[in-house]
């Protein structure tokens, strides 16, 4: 039996941060033991914590299309296992959402990537999931990461945040949309039909 269920259970039952949390504790997951494709993002906005669906808001619809995937794909636990920084949403600072909370990755991250062992390829979306696995070397800044895409470790994939603000900065670094962005579908795709 998958040591994955009970852990996820567990994940979701998760209060360790609880009173810090504006929204209150409400990890948002989603793994199957199959999957082949990891997607790590930042945490749950206030739109995602109330629907309970990783990446179900105008970020989400970006990453979608960046990806290739169609939604019944990306929301298919048995293909692509969502893993936040952060499971629950942390709210709102001055500049927007708050950074993830600091105890979730730690806590869950090692125990729910050592449950998904057919991961082939692992997006690091945003800062946040870059600077906690990707070397130091590799990612002078989030820009400078991406752009670097092809000297990444095998198997992990840089990209920006697909928040709004992604619109301006992918105005200000055109080869994202030209030369970053027509390769991700097609490593999406050998990952999900990758042999064992």
């Given at each position: 039996m998958s040591p994955l269920g009970p852990l996820l259970t567990q994940i979701r039952a998760c209060q360790v941060c609880a009173a810090a949390l504006p929204h209150g504790a409400r990890?948002?997951?989603?793994?199957?033991?199959?999957?082949?494709?990891?997607?790590?993002?930042?945490?749950?906005?206030s739109k995602v914590h109330?629907?309970?669906?990783?990446?179900?808001?105008?970020?989400?619809?970006?990453?979608r299309a960046w990806?290739?995937?169609?939604?019944?794909?990306?929301?298919?636990?048995?293909q692509v296992a969502l893993m936040p920084m952060g499971f629950c949403c942390p709210g709102k600072g001055d500049g927007g959402d708050l950074p993830p909370r600091p105890e979730c990755a730690p806590l869950w991250h090692a125990p729910l990537l050592a449950a998904l062992p057919d991961i082939r390829l692992t997006l690091l979306v945003?800062?946040?999931?870059?600077?906690?696995?990707?070397?130091?070397a590799l990612r002078p800044s989030m820009t400078e990461a991406v752009r670097r895409h092809t000297?990444?470790?095998?198997?992990?994939?840089?990209?920006?945040?697909?928040?709004?603000?992604?619109?301006?900065?992918?105005r200000k670094?055109?080869?994202?949309?030209?030369?970053?962005?027509p390769v991700l579908p097609g490593k999406i795709a050998a990952a999900l039909t990758q042999k064992t």
């Amino acid at each position: 039996m998958s040591p994955l269920g009970p852990l996820l259970t567990q994940i979701r039952a998760c209060q360790v941060c609880a009173a810090a949390l504006p929204h209150g504790a409400r990890p948002i997951v989603q793994a199957g033991p199959g999957a082949r494709v990891l997607i790590i993002g930042q945490a749950p906005g206030s739109k995602v914590h109330a629907s309970g669906l990783p990446w179900d808001d105008d970020s989400g619809d970006r990453l979608r299309a960046w990806t290739g995937l169609s939604r019944e794909a990306f929301y298919d636990p048995g293909q692509v296992a969502l893993m936040p920084m952060g499971f629950c949403c942390p709210g709102k600072g001055d500049g927007g959402d708050l950074p993830p909370r600091p105890e979730c990755a730690p806590l869950w991250h090692a125990p729910l990537l050592a449950a998904l062992p057919d991961i082939r390829l692992t997006l690091l979306v945003g800062q946040y999931a870059q600077g906690a696995y990707l070397p130091k070397a590799l990612r002078p800044s989030m820009t400078e990461a991406v752009r670097r895409h092809t000297e990444m470790p095998a198997g992990q994939f840089p990209l920006p945040h697909p928040a709004w603000r992604s619109r301006l900065w992918m105005r200000k670094n055109p080869w994202f949309e030209g030369e970053v962005l027509p390769v991700l579908p097609g490593k999406i795709a050998a990952a999900l039909t990758q042999k064992t």
